[in-house]
């Protein structure tokens, strides 16, 4: 995925299992609470300073756990 599809993801209203949630929330709250925290905690970093390995790591994490992407 690129940088620039992670931040129109990152700003949308859809979370990547197609679920609603808030822009500028890497994921809805169902997905989020499914990360262990350290995966979850390494969303916060800001983009081009690590948040793009959290997000891949945060994503295959998800399709580990049987989270479908819909969009």
């Known amino acids: 995925?690129?940088?620039a599809e992670i931040i129109k993801e990152f700003n949308g209203l859809r979370c990547r299992c197609g679920a609603v949630k808030i822009?500028?929330?890497?994921?809805?709250?169902?997905?989020?609470?499914?990360?262990?925290?350290?995966l979850a905690?390494?969303?916060y970093a800001r983009i081009g300073e690590g948040y793009?390995?959290?997000?891949?790591?945060?994503c295959a994490c998800l399709e580990d756990k049987g989270v479908k992407r819909a969009l």
């Open 41 to 43: 905690n390494g969303l």
């Open 23 to 38: 822009p500028r929330q890497t994921f809805c709250r169902h997905c989020y609470r499914k990360l262990p925290r350290p």
């Open 52 to 58: 793009q390995d959290a997000y891949a790591a945060a």
């Open 1 to 3: 995925m690129t940088l």
